[in-house]
Nanobody, 122 residues
Framework: EVQLVESGGGLVQPGGSLRLSCALS????????MSWVRQAPGKGLEWVAG????????AYADSVDGRFTISRDNAKNTVYLQMNSLKPEDTAVYYC???????????????WGQGTQVTVSA
């Protein structure tokens, strides 16, 4: 059974940092590209960041470029999202997603976690 489990969300003040983790099981993690996708209250899904299967290529949405960093540890079957300089507009449910090839759009990803809430507020 394929499982993706996110953790690390929470409440943080503007300007603060959080690190999200996503642990995967049930498939060959190192063969899959990974992305983080978010959904803000009342809005649709937004692709945030992605990393290829080998971990040597990353890409970011303009809204988070320079503030967020995606990484992966294939030995631990885990992908991370380091979020710095957080803004209230980063408030959303964050999902990790796995797909057979890298793509900068959420529709290309086949497996999804349950999501973790990130709230940025004073």
């Amino acid at each position: 059974e394929v499982q993706l489990v996110e953790s690390g969300g929470g409440l943080v003040q503007p300007g603060g940092s959080l690190r999200l983790s996503c642990a995967l099981s049930g498939f060959s993690f190192s063969a899959y590209a990974m992305s983080w996708v978010r959904q803000a209250p009342g809005k649709g899904l937004e692709w945030v960041a992605g990393i290829n299967s080998g971990g040597d290529y990353t890409a970011y949405a303009d809204s988070v470029d320079g503030r967020f960093t995606i990484s992966r540890d294939n030995a631990k079957n885990t992908v991370y999202l380091q979020m710095n300089s957080l803004k209230p507009e980063d408030t959303a449910v964050y999902y990790c997603a796995a797909g057979g090839r890298f793509a900068a759009e959420w529709g290309e990803y086949h497996y999804w976690g349950q999501g973790t809430q990130v709230t940025v507020s004073a």
